[in-house]
């Protein structure tokens, strides 16, 4: 099975409502897909391939029928963990972290000899103590580009007359202006056609399209921070005196509103990641990677 057809049967596991193995043995939670690969170093190459992660970090989960006990990995073993050992078992299981799941590749013992497989596992969504959202945006997206820190946020907040939300001020400093997955794109300060501050001074000629919301400054107005081509815009809705207590609205092509009520660092990770009601946007369809999209802030 090559790549695109490993994809494809991928996708259609990921969408049921519920990953469930067909091996003896196994069971809910993850689901194999046997592959007739030659050794563990084509297994990988396939893998790899599946996921573009050709230049990301493999970890060894499972070595010689027993748990490794690395971190972030799938459960092994006992109850509710992957089968290790033993007839039907993971002898061997190496693979990626990819935000709200496991994708991995080994060998599982079977009465007819060991037999190589790949893994989607699904992974339940935590943020570990101490760790921000714009951490696990990085995570989620394998960001490793150095921090843009290019905005004058002091000039930005003057401009619009009000603070911003720090989380949002994290996100523009890490991964500059740009695109989650090509979907929801970010208005930074500074960016050319993307420009929070014009964008926001704007607002109030085209004040209808945003009933019965009023735009910001005024008390309780929504105030634009992205915009997606598939018809969708993301605002928050000002009136709390901390920014960072602003929830985000959605705003559809036929007018309606969605309400989420979290920071803008936890929304769009979610957006990214989370399939469940309200959130289950069409990025987090997928089990596959996430990416950002870079555009250069204009020389200056």
Partial sequence: ????????????????????????????????????????????????????????????????????????????????????????????????????????????????????????????????????????????????EPDRCGVDWAATEAALCTALPGDYKDIVDVFGPGSFDEYLDLLVPGALGTDLVSWGQDMARYADLYRPYPVHPAPGGVLQWGTSEQELTFHWLTGPADPDDWPVLVQYLGGEWQRFDCGTGEFVLRLLTDRTSPFAFPPSAGPFPHWFASWELPER
Avoid at 99 to 127: K, N, S
């Fill in 1 to 144: 099975m090559d790549a695109s057809a490993l994809r494809a049967r991928l996708n259609d596991s990921w969408r049921a409502p519920e990953l469930h193995c067909p091996l003896p043995t196994h069971g809910a939670g993850h689901v194999c897909v046997p592959s007739d690969a030659e050794d563990l170093a084509a297994l990988e190459r396939v893998a790899a391939d599946v996921i573009d992660g050709a230049s990301l970090s493999v970890r060894a989960w499972v070595v010689g029928g027993t748990a490794a006990g690395v971190p972030d990995g799938p459960p092994v073993g006992g109850e509710g963990g992957l089968p290790i050992g033993g007839e039907g078992g993971l002898l061997e299981l190496r693979g990626w972290v990819l935000a709200g799941h496991w994708f991995g590749y080994g060998v599982t013992a079977t009465p007819d000899g060991p037999r190589r497989v790949v893994i989607l596992a699904r992974r339940a969504f935590t943020r570990p103590p101490g760790v921000g959202w714009v951490a696990l945006l990085r995570e989620a997206t394998g960001w490793t």
